[in-house]
């Protein structure tokens, strides 16, 4: 039996009579009355009895006449999910997140596109930016978010927006007493240094800062995020170079300062996705990302 037997049976059923049955499907009485044996001769069993005043339905075709209307809602509301889904309207998008990323510009793009999207489930997965490029090629995320990212040529990688490069001091540090900390302050300075990841990142472009420059890094610690490290500042086990975002930290006894470098300007977020990702909720969301970019800040 399919939706178009259904349809048909249930217009006969609520009519009572299938010449009014078939105005109202716009079809001739002869066909739908096949319809309808053919539909009992596939059932085994009678769904009408004939009478003068038209039809009335047997205790077989009352069962059915149960169930169908249920059938066709779902059938409907089948084909309009399909359609949402298929426009980037409803579904799911499960994005990769880090520590520091977090403090700022991502909540900001996943607030604007839930209330772009509202029916889009946004699920959040903290994850390095290795374990987020390979969770995108086994499509267990959409979109991750992060700094540094190396080419690959399967990932595509756009910018999110732009940081500067701020140093976190103790409030009792001698270099809190300046405007702004040039790299050579910080020459033999105990620094804490983060992510500690064997991928290159932002560890591994303060220390190449430092040699650029012809000092000394004093790594004092090495830790995984950003959280731990401003509390070791906080704490007084020595200074951090860091981004704009993590002064969103405001954690008793830290002060940030802008960072004079030749090399440590400023830093890019960034997302990356699957090159051929054709998802309409992908590109819903870039657009969201796109749109971001071009406010001014």
Known sequence: MDLKQMRQFLAVAEELNFSRAAQRLHMAQPPLTRQIHALED????????????????????????????????????????????????????DVGIFSAGVLQAIPQLLASFHAARPQIKIGLHNLSKAQQIEALRQRRITVGFNRLVPEEEDIAVETVLQEPFLVALNERHPLCRKDVVALSDLDGEPMILYPNAPIHGL????????????????????????????????????????????????????????????????????????????????????EVVRASRAVPR
């Not at 009678?46 to 005043?53: D, E, G, I, N, P």
């Not at 975002?245 to 997302?271: D, F, M, Q, T």
Request: proline share 3%; net charge neutral; glycine share 8%.
């Open 42 to 93: 596939e059932l085994g069993v009678a769904l009408f009895v004939r009478t003068a005043r038209g039809a009335e339905l047997t205790d077989a075709g009352r069962a059915l006449l149960a169930e169908v209307p249920n059938i066709l809602a779902l059938s409907r509301r089948a084909a309009e999910q399909a359609q949402l889904a298929g426009m980037g309207l409803i579904g799911r998008l």
């Open 203 to 286: 560890a591994q472009e303060v220390a190449a800062a430092f040699a650029d420059e012809g000092l000394d890094l004093v790594a004092e610690q090495e830790v995984e995020d950003v959280v731990t490290c401003i509390a070791l500042v906080a704490s007084g086990f020595g200074a951090s170079i860091t981004t704009g975002s993590a002064a969103n930290l405001r954690l008793p006894g830290v002060v940030y300062r802008p960072l004079r470098s030749r090399r440590l300007k400023h830093i890019e977020l960034s997302c990356l996705y699957r090159r051929h990702d054709t998802s309409p909720i992908l590109q819903s969301f870039l």
